[in-house]
């Protein structure tokens, strides 16, 4: 199998890693870096588990391959301080089994940062990649809602 040297910004640090040609960007995260926050839920980027930012975008990064994210910043839900977003989905119950969460999470601030005032239409059409197999979704809506709310306000 070929190699190749990968060298990532991983959550604001550098990181290099030899990685095979075919390997993907979720197993780059979780294997190779111990950062297993992006979460393997279908393998077929249906369920949005394993979202991460690449350059500030949310991608499913198991659709990624992880020499794609040579020389680029990659952000994972680890990356992420205390936010309001986080801070929601803890108060409105937006967290059952957790599993779905932090592609919940890392979806969301991009939705919040280009529309940081969605209507709920807006906010379940952008969910639409990201599967929740417990909440139902709604408790997930309210807490993106109050978030934009809380930002807001601040």
Known sequence: MSQHH?????NGKPRQVTVEARQLLVHLLREDLGHTGAHVG???SQCGACT???????VKS?????VQADGRAVDTIEGLGA???RAAFLERHAVQCGFCTPGMVM??????RRNPDPTEEEI???LKGNFCRCTGYQHIVDAIASAARDTADA
């Not at 991460?52 to 949310?58: E, Q």
């Not at 198991?62 to 992880?66: P, R």
């Open 124 to 126: 379940r059409a952008w």
């Open 83 to 85: 936010d309001a977003l």
């Open 107 to 112: 979806s969301s601030l991009e939705l919040l």
């Open 6 to 10: 990968v060298s990532v910004r991983l």
């Open 42 to 44: 279908c393998d077929t």
């Open 62 to 66: 198991c659709t990624v391959l992880a």
């Open 52 to 58: 991460v930012h690449l350059d500030g975008l949310a």
